[in-house]
């Protein structure tokens, strides 16, 4: 496929689309509009995830949602007992 910069393609479509309106019947130029309409291709950069996301989303998806509840379960339990045992001591 043909590739044109994003200048070219857009002063291309407007000269094109002035021409039509000066003679809307004329078939080469519809045509070569229509060529020059599927020759537009948009680049989109993908979106990279920011490190701190991504090394949660690799941790996070270590546990199922239900294992993930019971392991703070845990340690809620964990962290109330020890806070208890060091009231006690004191």
């Given at each position: 496929?043909?590739?044109?910069?994003p200048y070219?393609?857009?002063?291309?479509?407007?000269?094109?689309?002035?021409?039509?309106?000066?003679?809307?019947?004329?078939?080469?130029?519809?045509?070569?509009?229509?060529?020059?309409?599927?020759?537009?291709?948009?680049?989109?950069?993908?979106?990279?995830?920011?490190?701190?996301?991504?090394?949660?989303?690799?941790?996070?998806?270590?546990?199922?949602?239900?294992?993930?509840?019971?392991?703070?379960?845990?340690?809620?339990?964990?962290?109330?007992?020890?806070?208890?045992?060091?009231?006690?001591?004191?």
């Open positions: 496929m043909l590739k044109i910069s070219l393609h857009s002063q291309l479509v407007y000269y094109y689309e002035k021409a039509l309106q000066l003679n809307p019947n004329d078939r080469e130029i519809i045509d070569n509009l229509e060529l020059i309409n599927k020759t537009l291709v948009d680049e989109i950069d993908p979106i990279t995830i920011p490190l701190i996301e991504s090394i949660l989303n690799r941790v996070s998806n270590i546990f199922y949602f239900e294992t993930w509840g019971y392991i703070s379960i845990f340690f809620s339990f964990f962290n109330r007992s020890i806070i208890f045992i060091l009231l006690l001591c004191q």
